[in-house]
């Protein structure tokens, strides 16, 4: 039996309007970024367990599956995995639903690969491809309960926050599991 539990959480919306003026990433030879074409819930929900643990991630782990997979299978939702050694390392999500923006959706490196510089290159390469449909602006929201150095990798990365909100968030105990 779960407990819900609702808290007010500060989250902060960032945006870019122009592209970066940065080189478009490389990566090591063990390391690349494969888009995830329709994948399976179970895949995704593994990729979204393993990056969003610790932050109280869980929206997507409740959702009926059909009502995930609509999202994950339509075509302007693009899933990016991050890929080290063959390894999964992290992903990205990209909602180009609205044409005039791209929405960064989800972000972030599984635990075992965070520390190493991976996260600064990855979210570089994922600006990038954010930016490929020629949208007018990129943006993103993150939350006091995401890591620490959230919101200061973003700023480097050159987002600007244009928003700061006290939202009520619900937190579920235990958390589910995949």
């Known amino acids: 039996m779960n407990n819900i539990k ?3 959480v500060r989250t902060w919306y960032l945006e870019m309007k122009e592209p970066p003026h940065t080189v478009f990433p490389t990566f090591s030879f063990d390391t690349n970024v494969v888009r995830a074409y ?3 819930a179970s895949f995704y ?3 979204y367990t393993q990056v969003g643990k610790g932050y109280s991630w869980y929206n997507r782990l409740i959702m009926f599956e059909t009502e995930l997979q609509n999202i994950i299978h339509d075509d302007r939702t693009e899933i990016y995995v991050l890929w080290v050694g063959g390894v999964p390392a992290g992903f990205c999500e990209l909602d180009r639903r609205n044409p005039k923006e791209t929405e960064i959706v989800y972000f972030g490196l599984l635990p075992e690969f965070r520390g190493q510089g991976l996260g600064k290159k990855f979210l570089d390469w994922t600006v990038h491809q954010a930016w490929e449909g020629k949208p007018e602006r990129v943006w993103l929201h993150t939350c006091e309960l995401d890591d620490k150095a959230a919101i200061p990798l973003y ?3 050159g987002f600007i926050q244009y928003d700061e909100r006290m ?3 619900q937190l579920i105990y235990p ?3 995949v």
């Open 6 to 8: 609702s808290i007010p």
């Open 38 to 40: 329709k994948p399976t």
């Open 45 to 47: 929900q593994y990729l």
């Open 155 to 157: 700023l480097k990365a």
């Open 167 to 169: 939202e009520t968030q």
């Open 175 to 177: 958390m589910p599991k």
